[in-house]
């Protein structure tokens, strides 16, 4: 009878042990997130209202900024995260850009440069920037276990370096092994769900590749299909702001006869996973993102899958609602 007792007891143990393993780390709602965001900025310029809503987060005690990484080798990738960090009271958030292979995609609609003419930043050009690598790798070894998450809303380049980057005088771990134990989780905003060629995976395939297939901690991705049914910026243009955001949406819009009732908002929805959690908008599918040489992604659903992707729960118009009164944050000191 204690035999069977027992036998019931680690049975009951080890499932419950299991389950455990298996749920994504929850969100501490009492301490900031702490935050590496890293951005392709550039192509769209949806990444510049992603930025304005971490720094909506940061200033209301919800987010803390630890660096911001170009994924882009556009020459003004480094100074536009500069321009918005130095905006909004943060001219010293450290930003990194990749320093050997990596995309070069500029920007057709003349935001970038509009943004650096016109606003205060240090960085005048993205190779001016710190060495990605060497800077997550600084970061992520000095915060506490289990307590970064990282935001990429561009191409997977610096994430594809840093794993394969070496021990070295920052930290006897290699790349792999660091992310394992300082990141909490990773959230992106890549690919088409359930499967799809979509932009930030396709433009560095091989980089998108070998990260979704090596990273060793929770991913949840937040995919095409969903900031395409968010639209945000009429508000933001027709305000009396001065905020890069404004200027940046107040060009690029008139563009496109496509975005006459707003631009869809990809990367914001990454931001906002990040700071408030999927439960807070979506719901979640467990499960594995394959991804071909192509950059083709392709969807298998696992119960005991590290990844996640995400479909809605709040609808698309409520969200683009409250995304775009985070982009709508003025400075503190202007306030």
């Known amino acids: 009878m204690m035999n069977s007792l027992l036998i019931k007891f680690l049975s009951v ?31 769209d310029y949806d990444d510049v209202g992603a930025l304005t809503m971490l720094h909506a987060f940061a200033d209301s005690g919800k987010a803390e900024i630890l660096a911001t990484m170009a994924s882009n080798k556009y020459a003004l990738v480094a100074p536009c995260l500069d321009v918005i960090n130095t905006y909004y009271g943060r001219p010293n958030i450290p930003v990194g850009s990749p320093k050997t292979h990596g995309v070069n995609i500029g920007c057709s609609q003349h935001w970038t440069d509009s943004l650096v003419a016109n606003y205060p930043h240090k960085i005048e050009s993205t190779d001016q920037a710190q060495d990605a690598i060497i800077l997550y790798r600084k970061i992520l070894a000095s915060q506490p276990d289990t307590s970064v998450v990282i935001v990429t809303v561009g191409f997977l380049t610096n994430l594809n370096d840093l794993l394969l980057s070496q021990p070295d005088s920052i930290s006897p771990l290699n790349g792999n092994d660091l992310v394992s134990k300082k990141v909490r989780r990773l959230v992106s905003m ?4 359930p499967e799809g060629s979509e932009f930030n995976v396709r433009e560095d395939s091989a980089s998108s590749k070998y990260v979704f297939d090596h990273w060793p901690t929770w991913l949840v991705l937040s995919g095409f299909e969903i900031g395409n049914k968010i639209l945000t910026g009429r508000k933001l243009i027709s305000s009396s702001l001065k905020s890069p ?17 707003g631009r869809q908002s990809w990367d914001q929805t990454a931001v906002l996973t990040a700071v408030k959690g999927a439960s807070f908008a979506f719901n979640e599918v467990k499960g594995q993102i394959f991804v071909e040489p192509s950059g083709f992604n392709r969807w298998k ?9 995400v479909v809605f729960k709040k609808s698309p118009e409520a969200l683009s609602e409250l995304i775009e009164s985070y982009m709508m944050h003025e400075p503190l000191a202007v306030k």
Do not use: W
């Not at 780390?25 to 890293?38: G, M, T």
């Not at 890549?190 to 769900?193: K, Q, R, S, T, Y």
């Not at 955001?245 to 009732?261: L, V, Y």
């Open 13 to 43: 143990s080890v499932g419950f042990l299991l389950f455990i393993s298996c749920q994504p780390p929850k969100l501490s709602v009492a301490e900031p997130v702490k935050i590496i965001f890293d951005s392709d900025m550039g192509p």
């Open 245 to 261: 955001a404004k200027m940046a949406f107040g060009i690029a819009i008139p563009f496109s006869e496509a975005d006459k009732n």
């Open 301 to 309: 659903n696992r119960k005991d899958g590290l990844h996640t992707y």
């Open 190 to 193: 890549a690919g088409i769900f």
